[in-house]
């Protein structure tokens, strides 16, 4: 029997992370801080996933998508629009959060996104000033 592709699905709240393995079904969250973004890495990497994904949620995820790049996971932040239009095309409209952890995951396995290529910090912190500028303005 071939091996299944391991897809990680991540609903981000400012309070937590609800957090699915597909097609494990491994369900659990952890705070949405460093030490339950420490906790999570170290559940994630022994599974090997072919992706983590994680909406793109105002900032929230950034915390966790650099911890996740630095620990070597393979990280797709997506769109949220992308992956309620991928549900609503299965026919879910129930709307939880760890429900859109189970649907990101979901998404990953069948649309097999692009992994993301993060921008070196200070590039990164350059863009988080412009953005600010440009909301001033």
Same mark, same amino acid.
């Given at each position: 029997? !071939?091996?299944? !592709? &391991?897809?990680?699905? &991540?609903? /981000?709240?400012s309070k937590q992370l609800d957090i699915y393995v597909r097609p494990t079904g491994q369900l659990f969250s952890v705070t949405n801080n460093k030490e339950g973004i420490k906790d999570a890495i170290k559940q994630l990497q022994p599974l090997k996933p072919e992706r983590v994904l994680i909406e793109? /949620?105002? =900032? *929230? !995820? *950034? !915390?966790f998508v650099c911890a996740a790049d630095k620990a070597g996971l393979p990280i797709v932040v997506c769109n949220p629009s992308q992956i309620r239009s991928f549900v609503k095309s299965a026919g879910r409209l129930v709307k939880t959060d760890k429900l $859109? @952890?189970? $649907? &990101? @995951?979901?998404?990953?396995? @069948?649309?097999?996104? =692009?992994l993301q290529v993060l921008k070196p910090e200070k590039l990164r912190e350059i863009s988080d000033l412009l953005t600010v500028r440009s909301q001033c303005l």
């Amino acid at each position: 029997m !071939e091996p299944q !592709e &391991i897809n990680v699905g &991540i609903d /981000t709240s400012s309070k937590q992370l609800d957090i699915y393995v597909r097609p494990t079904g491994q369900l659990f969250s952890v705070t949405n801080n460093k030490e339950g973004i420490k906790d999570a890495i170290k559940q994630l990497q022994p599974l090997k996933p072919e992706r983590v994904l994680i909406e793109s /949620t105002g =900032r *929230l !995820e *950034l !915390e966790f998508v650099c911890a996740a790049d630095k620990a070597g996971l393979p990280i797709v932040v997506c769109n949220p629009s992308q992956i309620r239009s991928f549900v609503k095309s299965a026919g879910r409209l129930v709307k939880t959060d760890k429900l $859109d @952890a189970i $649907d &990101i @995951a979901h998404f990953g396995q @069948a649309m097999k996104p =692009r992994l993301q290529v993060l921008k070196p910090e200070k590039l990164r912190e350059i863009s988080d000033l412009l953005t600010v500028r440009s909301q001033c303005l």
